[in-house]
C-alpha cells in the first residue's frame, strides 16, 4: 500500500521521536532539511527536534511539545510514535522524503521553464534547463542488490522448488507444469459469467485442503458451504455430484464418498 507524503513525514518524526540519535545515523545519508517536510506539523515538529539536539537536551514528544510551544501538538507526536514500526526503518522512509522533495523540485523548474518559453527562445530555455538539472544533485535511489546477493537469492528459490518448498500444486497440469502457485502470491481468477471461475477454485480448494492437507478456503456468494463440500468431495473420491443428487450413487460410489470425507476430516 503506497503512503502518502504526510504519512512518510509522520512516520519519520515517530522514528525521530522514540531513538533520536539512532534515527539521525539511519538517516544521515540523506541530509534532511526543513524544506522537506511540506505537512505544517511534521515541520513544527522537527525543528524542534533539531534545536533540541543541537542544545544538547533529550528529545521526546514532551520535550518536542515545550520547544516548539504547541500543546496542541500532542495527538499528533502520539500518532508518530505509533506509526513507526521500527527506529531501522528510518533510513527508508528518509528516503521516500529526498525522493519526494526532489520531484517538488524537479517539477518546479520544469514549470519554470514552460512559462519562459512564452517570451525567450526555445533552445536559451533548453539550454539553461540542462545546465540547472545538470548542477542539481539527483533524487537518490533505493540501493541496489549485488549480483552475489541476487544470485544468493536465486539458489535459495530454486533449492525451495526442487524440495517442493517454493510454491503451492493446484492438481491442475497446466497450472502445476509451471511451478504452481508462488506461496504469498496473488492470483486472480476472472472470466465471463458462467466460464466455471467457481469450478476451477473448487478444484484448486480440494486438491490443496484435500490432497496436500493445507488450509484453505473458498469465498462465494454463489454456493453454500455445503454445495462447495459436497462437491469437494465427489471431486476428491472420483465420484459423480449429479450422481448423488439424483439419488443414483451405487454402494461403490457410497464408499469413495465416505473414505474422502474421511480424509478431509483429517
Known sequence: ????????????????????????????????????????????????????????????????????????????????????PTVAHASYYALLLAQAHAKRGLRLRLARAIRRLDEDPPDQVQADLITELNNHEAAPSIPATTMREAGAEAVAMFQAAAEGRASIKTGLDFLDSAGGFAKGSLVVISGKAGSCKTTLARQILTHVAGENQIPAALVTLEMSEAQIAAQSLTDLSRTSYTKFMRGAANQKDWDALFAAKAKADN
Do not use: W
Open 1 to 84: 500500500m503506497n503512503e502518502s507524503a504526510e504519512e512518510i513525514q509522520q512516520t519519520l518524526i515517530g522514528c525521530l521521536l522514540i531513538d533520536y540519535p539512532t534515527a539521525r545515523a539511519e538517516t544521515a545519508d540523506y541530509a534532511l532539511l526543513p524544506d522537506m517536510f511540506t505537512d505544517p506539523d511534521a515541520r513544527t515538529a522537527f525543528d524542534a527536534i533539531n534545536a533540541l539536539a543541537a542544545a544538547g537536551h533529550p528529545v521526546d514528544a514532551i520535550t518536542v511539545m515545550d520547544k516548539a510551544k504547541r500543546p496542541d501538538l500532542a495527538p499528533y507526536l502520539e500518532a508518530s510514535i505509533e506509526r513507526a
